[in-house]
């Protein structure tokens, strides 16, 4: 399977490098797009390479994607073309993982409407106006959309999101 | 199972985290020990909280160690205690998971000893002064023994040790 990760600095590192190791593990293709080139840092300095610009990002190359947070999120959701990637993902129904403050790139591309859904506590009362239905627990699991709240829940999110690849095999 | 992870500060945060967080995705008890008490910190000011005193370990109570790399090893190795727990769990065949320069206190517990094994390039010949059989591979599985090189190997590291514990059920 292919899997898309979009992020820019100031990602969560546990939150970038859990996923994207475990993704790997599972031999999945695994594609790092930013609006950055070269390298992004996450908040402990921890650095991945970009693999692609999100401007040349084709959703159907993708079979599924993944949201890492920290503060990252909120820099690319002011951005046309990550929001439309994200909202491409979802309309197509492919499966989307998000953990944290990734939830906020959903909120912008309107993809939380009607669907159960966790985040970071401090953005719960934006997936609620987002249309989500929100639930704290480590893992939602809502057909394909899978989120988690923070990095402690990596664990459940990994289990959870990998599950719904499984299904698509 | 319950795993036991013994470090101290200056970890590779990546060789912590990933197989922390991996293991707990499997449903195992992680224990971290240190000779430190509170939380330990790694080179990316990652922090992880030590759950006991290195002194308090009784081999007994686990059926398995991982060694993440940083500097960690090099500072516990100087320790008597450290050593004499890897020491008691190579002596007892138990399963033992160690990345880069965890291998350092591998080397101390004489727990190499024509053992096939791989580490950090840097203490390659340390590794085979130790009696090891060097392997140059992002993961060797040598009986119940599993060691990488660095971060990058982490999937094939845990997908090593895992396999190697699912064994012992």
Known sequence: MRILIISYDNYDDSEMFYPYYRLLEEDFDVTVASTKSGEISGKHWMKIGVDMDINDVDVNDFDALLLPGGTAPEKLRQEQKPVEVVSMFAKAGKPIASICHGQQLLISAKALV??????????????????????????????????????????????GFISVLKKQL
């Open 114 to 159: 009607d669907k159960k859904a966790t985040c970071y506590p401090g953005i719960k009362d934006d997936i609620i106006n987002a249309g989500a239905i929100y639930v704290d627990e480590p893992v939602v699991v809502c057909e394909n959309l899978v989120t988690s709240r923070r990095p402690q829940d990596l664990p459940y999110f990994m289990r």
